[in-house]
């Protein structure tokens, strides 16, 4: 049944929602000189970037590049800090909470760009002192700038606005920059990881647009979903931040805002669940840092001025939280990584979505709005929503859990897993001699390998068992990952063959496994104590 009740509060909440933070004195970004009809090419913003610099307090922000795309645009991070900072490394020894804000990973989901702009404007200009004082943060307002400037009226078509049209969601190797957190294959996404390992952030927010089901809400949002996140920042998360960013979102701005999910199922069986576990998705990916993670998705049905606005102001109360509950926060990470330092830890893996919570979700609707020529249909989403009972899925589970070995040891290491771990922050070393080590091996049965390539790969997984413990000659050259380390459980992730998304999905180890000559043994063995 729905609630007549909860249909009409929500309709006023639709019909009232807030607008945009009014326009400020200083430079104006490409959709506010446009009346909300297009969108910042990058060249634009990197111009209205550097036209932040006339203000008042422009000297907060100093931007800077972390790399360049494939096409050879520069990536550029803005970082705010009070006193300023000339570098991200500077701030890590203030004592205050970091916090990475990424805007437009999708080249065709710019609210997110263009919010960031907004609050860059405001910083500069002298507003946000006292959150200064507490956070340190760093933007970057256009990830995907190569896909961001392929811009045209038919890429998601559907969607409310703006008008002149949007990016590709890839990038210009026809990558989807949201799967590439592992296996780093991108300039963009290794470029970031660079960043992290310099800037090491509490807390990383990615923001999105989402063309998904129809429903009640302006955005969705989720933690990161990896059953591999320390349960510490996983309660905080669940229990303490997000509760208090939505109840702020819907007592300062009017917006509603819930768990990312879509409806699945019909009738009875229907319910609203969440998307995916795995890290190659970047918020998942940083909830194995032992960091926390936010990932925002404005509802691309809203029209385009109201998907910046409450973009915005999401990012707004996440730091306004941040500057109340940062020290906690920092705190939680710092004890994540003593435990996880210490070698303690397990590794999750055999992953599906947990049962159903009863809850009420806001079920929208929209209108079919035909656009001229051939360009499509957009999607307005009308200012009604029903409250609906039904179940809600917003977390995973892992049927199995072993914990960590001593290392990780890989006798023959391909090309290039040297330089990935690296990049990863990962900390290893190479066996400058033969050395006896307790192992066990993963015994390989078969491969399982996708018919279709995904993100440029045939997706492997090994189907197999370990063995005995028995003590070996490890030979010199071995890569050895100790347990013992702040990323332990990305080194698992990353080098197990019972992981879910492994180097090995993405087939780094394909040279040295033959499907054919199966059975065979995993190339990555795991040291016991002796």
């Known amino acids: ?86 570098a991200p490394e500077e701030v890590r020894g203030r004592g205050t909470f970091r916090i990475l804000i990424n805007g437009n990973i999708h080249g065709g989901e710019v609210e997110g760009k263009e919010a960031i702009q907004l609050l860059l404007r405001e910083f500069a200009s002298g507003e946000h002192r006292g959150l200064l004082e507490h956070v340190t943060l760093l933007f970057v307002p256009d990830f995907n700038a190569d896909g961001n400037d392929r811009i045209d009226p038919h890429h998601r078509a559907t969607q409310n606005g703006p008008d002149g049209g949007v990016g590709e969601r890839e990038n210009a190797q026809g990558l989807d920059l949201n799967r590439d957190f592992l296996k780093l294959e991108s300039p963009e996404c290794r470029g970031m990881l660079d960043l992290v390992r310099r800037f090491d952030p509490h807390l990383f927010l990615d923001l999105h647009t989402t063309n998904g089901s129809y429903h009640g809400y302006h955005l969705t949002y989720s933690p990161s979903l990896s059953t591999n996140v320390d349960d510490e920042i996983d309660a905080f998360a669940r229990g303490t931040m997000i509760p208090a960013i939505r109840g702020e979102m819907a007592r300062r701005h009017r917006w509603r805002i819930f768990d990312y999910g879509n409806f699945q199922g019909q009738g009875d069986e229907r319910s609203w669940a969440t998307y995916d576990h795995r890290p190659r998705f970047g918020t998942n990916y940083f909830g194995l840092r032992g960091r926390f993670s936010l990932l925002s998705e404005a509802y691309s049905y809203l029209p385009f001025e109201e998907r910046v606005a409450v973009t915005r102001d999401f990012v707004l109360e996440t730091l306004r939280f941040a500057a109340r509950e940062g020290e906690e926060m920092a705190s939680i990470c710092a004890r994540v990584d003593a435990r996880r330092g210490s070698g303690e830890g397990v590794f999750r893996y055999d992953t599906e979505l947990a049962p159903p919570v009863a809850g009420t979700v806001l079920v929208g609707a929209i209108e079919e709005v035909q656009l001229p020529g051939d360009q499509g249909t957009r999607r307005v989403a009308l200012p009604v929503a029903e409250a609906e009972p039904m179940g809600i899925q917003d977390s995973f589970r892992s049927r199995s859990a072993d914990p960590l070995p001593e290392a990780w040891a890989v006798p023959e290491p391909p090309d290039g897993l040297a330089g990935l771990l690296q990049r990863h922050g990962i900390r290893f070393r190479l066996l400058p001699a033969t050395e006896e080590m307790w192992v066990r091996a993963f015994d390989l049965s078969h491969i399982e390998r996708a018919e279709a390539p995904y993100q440029g790969h045939r997706e492997c997984r090994p ?41 090995f999905t993405w087939d780094l180890f394909e040279g040295l496994l033959d499907p054919a000559a199966c059975p065979c043994e995993f190339p990555v063995l795991r040291v016991s104590p002796g």
């Open 463 to 503: 189907v197999g068992s370990f063995g005995a413990r028995e003590l070996r000659r490890l030979p010199s050259g071995t890569l050895l990952v100790p347990s013992a380390q702040p990323l332990a459980v990305l080194a698992a992730q990353l080098l197990d063959p019972r992981s879910e998304d492994s180097l």
């Open 1 to 86: 049944m729905r609630s007549a009740v909860l249909l009409c509060t929500s309709c006023l909440l639709f019909a009232c929602s807030s607008t945009p933070a009014p326009e400020r004195e200083g430079p104006r970004t490409v959709p506010e000189r446009t009346g909300w009809k297009e969108t910042s090419p990058h060249a634009d913003v990197l111009a209205f970037l550097s036209q932040l610099d006339r203000l008042d307090h422009a000297e907060r922000l100093v931007r800077f590049t972390f790399g360049a795309t494939n096409e050879g645009r520069e990536m550029v991070a803005v970082l705010v800090a009070d006193p300023p900072a000339r």
